[in-house]
């Protein structure tokens, strides 16, 4: 692993489905971002971390959930899946607050 | 509240010189990152302005005026592999990014 990954490339989810995008960096950055990004908008936070252990809301939290048990991995989980969730998903790090962000290489979900 | 201010699109001939303004107003401030995106792909860092002025790398500057709320990305010598957008991205007093809906930049022969 070099950077950002992120899992799945793409998917498409039936409605009402539970569904678990994954993201694991191997710089030991402290700091991690979830966003959405739509056609037209800019990309949009849906949760962060600035260290393991702690997560925290950001501006569009509702429908998803996050983790951070660890400093490598920050996986999303949409808990019951609705089409407006359809949308690319970035997954994020940076060494610290205010550092420039490494992106991953982005999921893209589509909901039926 | 926060905002954003960029141009959605811009065209620009190869060789030429494009200048893509970013107005905005944050909750605090704690630098300013211009970022490049190309279509299908992740976003990847330009550059960082924490101080007014200008900052030069290679074809690529990008200017900070701190009191005017106002920052600009020049790109010289236009290639066509630098047509994507262009995302302005301030830093607010939570060390939060604020990103704008970038500018499309379509460059021409």
């Known amino acids: 692993i070099a950077g950002i990954t992120q899992a799945p490339t793409s998917q498409i989810l039936a409605a009402g489905r539970r569904m678990t995008l994954r993201c694991t960096q191997d710089?030991?950055?402290?700091?991690m971002y979830w966003y959405r990004q739509d056609l037209g908008l800019g990309l949009r936070l849906i949760h962060y971390?600035?260290?393991?252990?702690?997560?925290g809301k950001g501006e569009v939290p509702d429908g998803y959930s996050v983790s951070r048990a660890n400093t490598d991995d920050f996986p999303l989980t949409l808990a019951s899946a609705v089409p407006s969730q359809t949308s690319v998903y970035f997954c994020?790090?940076?060494?610290?607050?205010?550092?420039?962000?490494?992106f991953g290489s982005g999921t893209r979900l589509t909901v039926v | 509240g926060q905002n954003i201010d960029q141009p959605t699109e811009m065209t620009a001939t190869e060789g030429a010189i494009v200048q893509i303004n970013c107005t905005y107003q944050?909750?605090?401030?704690?630098?300013l990152f211009w970022y490049q995106q190309h279509a299908g792909e992740a976003p990847t860092f330009l550059s960082y302005?924490?101080l007014d002025g200008l900052e030069e790398k290679g074809r690529f500057s990008s200017f900070l005026s701190r009191s005017k709320g106002y920052s600009y990305l020049l790109l010289k010598e236009l290639q066509m592999k630098d047509s994507a957008s262009y995302l302005c991205?301030?830093?607010?007093?939570?060390?939060?990014?604020?990103w704008g809906a970038g500018t499309k930049l379509i460059i021409k022969p």
């Open positions: 991205a301030p830093l607010d007093s939570n060390y939060q990014l604020i």
């Open positions: 944050t909750s605090g401030f704690n630098g």
């Open positions: 971390s600035n260290t393991a252990g702690t997560t």
């Open positions: 710089m030991r950055h402290n700091a």
């Open positions: 994020a790090s940076s060494e610290r607050e205010g550092n420039g962000y490494t």
């Open positions: 302005n924490v």
